[in-house]
């Protein structure tokens, strides 16, 4: 399994669901569908990691293998797009995340 850095704005869009997607380098490591990757966040500006991880599969790649629309154009040779889904994803429920006036307007699930 790789372990891959991945900074602050974007391994917390991955952890919080909205970044379903990674732009990667192929140049030093083989990636693959259905392969599981640990993403670490990695601050860039005091060059260390938060300690801070998360386990994500590769679901499809986009690069000069499997191309789509004009990736053969705009995407380098040696780089791929992984469409990436979380393992394990932490379930949540969204009234216990609303400020307590909407989730006693609207009452809470037991």
């Known amino acids: 399994m790789h372990k891959l850095k991945s900074w602050p704005e974007f391994f917390q869009a991955i952890v919080a669901g909205k970044k ?3 732009l ?23 060059g260390e990691y938060t300690g801070d991880e998360v386990e994500v599969e590769i679901t499809y790649m986009t690069d000069y ?23 394990d994803a932490p379930q949540t429920d969204v009234l216990d995340e609303l400020p307590d006036t909407y989730s006693d307007r609207v009452g809470r699930r037991t």
């Open 24 to 46: 990667r380098s192929l140049l030093d490591r083989e990636l693959e569908v259905g392969q599981h990757l640990i993403l670490q966040e990695y601050d860039p500006f005091t």
């Open 20 to 22: 379903t997607h990674d």
């Open 65 to 87: 293998r499997t191309p789509c629309a004009f990736s053969s154009a705009v995407l380098a040779k040696g780089y791929t797009i992984l469409s990436i889904k979380l393992v």
